[in-house]
């Protein structure tokens, strides 16, 4: 049984090789920030835009973005403002975003709760023609905004005090960082599912970081793991019957298993050599 020979599996490997590559680039600078969890939140975010759609009868795609997109700027406007701690803040999310989706979604006709899971866990039909176009106009956005501000994202992302002091507006920066975490969630959540595409923009870079040493290689091989993670597990939940979403987490957290046995040697070498 040949994938390729199914449309919908031709457009779902083209939306995975686009969450494996653009999804740890930005995940890169959330670990060095120590965000990890931002994903997640977005997820949960772009959930109640999900379950909105279904009840307003709207695309989920564009109602899940501008969802997701507010709840990256309410989530840095409470950081900001308040004295509510970054961690407490996303725990408001999670716990709001995936309320108000399952919500939304009871209350809409027909059975759009069911029809939920799909985008709680991914699925290989759900990707359309038109929703792949909009899923690339996104990652060329995501890559421009990158190329042009990749240079004080890094900064903002390692140091704060240092990133101000030299001038960069690090609240705008962070605001960014938080848009362009909404904005691949939305992206990933037609093939990985909105619980769990945070999961291929962290385990990539962590799996990296287990053999690389500079920020550069971190991002360089994250992004080969994360397409690697994206195709083989979508191949594989083809063939086994299988949700998407949690065969490429697994996948991509066996790569982290492998690359952190792998990196023990390594790390003994390099003791001996200094």
């Known amino acids: 049984m040949n994938l390729f020979a199914y449309d919908f599996m031709q457009r779902a490997l083209i939306a995975a090789v686009l969450v494996g590559l653009i999804a740890p680039l930005i995940g890169v600078f959330l670990v060095q920030r120590r965000l990890s969890l931002l994903g997640d939140g977005m997820g949960h975010v772009a959930l109640t835009g999900v379950g909105l759609a279904f009840l307003l009868g709207t695309a989920p795609v564009p109602t899940a973005m501008v969802t997701a997109v507010i709840g990256a700027f309410l989530i840095e406007f409470i950081r900001y403002r308040s004295r509510t701690a970054g961690d407490v ?13 399952v919500l939304f979604a009871s209350l809409a006709p027909g059975k759009a709760a069911s029809s939920l899971n799909a985008y709680l866990f ?13 899923l690339v106009a996104l990652c060329v956005a995501v890559l421009i905004v990158l ?7 890094f900064a903002v992302s390692l140091d704060t005090e240092i990133a101000q002091v030299q001038g960069i507006k690090v609240r705008a920066m ?22 769990l595409v945070s999961a291929i923009m962290i385990v990539p870079v962590a799996a990296a970081q287990q053999i690389t040493r500079s920020f550069i290689s971190t991002a360089t091989l994250a992004v080969a793991l994360g397409v690697f993670a994206s195709v083989a597990g979508l191949t594989t939940s083809f063939y086994v019957e299988v949700p998407p ?10 790569t982290f298993a492998f690359l952190a046995l ?5 790390r003994k070498r390099r003791r001996v050599l200094t």
């Open 122 to 134: 991914g699925s290989l039909t759900t990707v359309a023609g038109a929703d792949l176009i909009a």
């Open 147 to 153: 190329a042009i501000f990749g240079r004080e994202l």
């Open 245 to 254: 979403g949690p065969t490429i987490v697994l996948v991509a957290l066996g």
């Open 174 to 195: 962070s605001t960014l960082m938080a848009v362009l975490a909404a904005v691949v969630v939305v992206v990933g959540m037609r093939v990985v599912g909105l619980l």
């Open 262 to 266: 792998l990196a023990v040697p390594i």
């Open 89 to 101: 803040a996303l725990a408001l999310l999670f716990y709001g975003g995936i309320a108000g989706g």
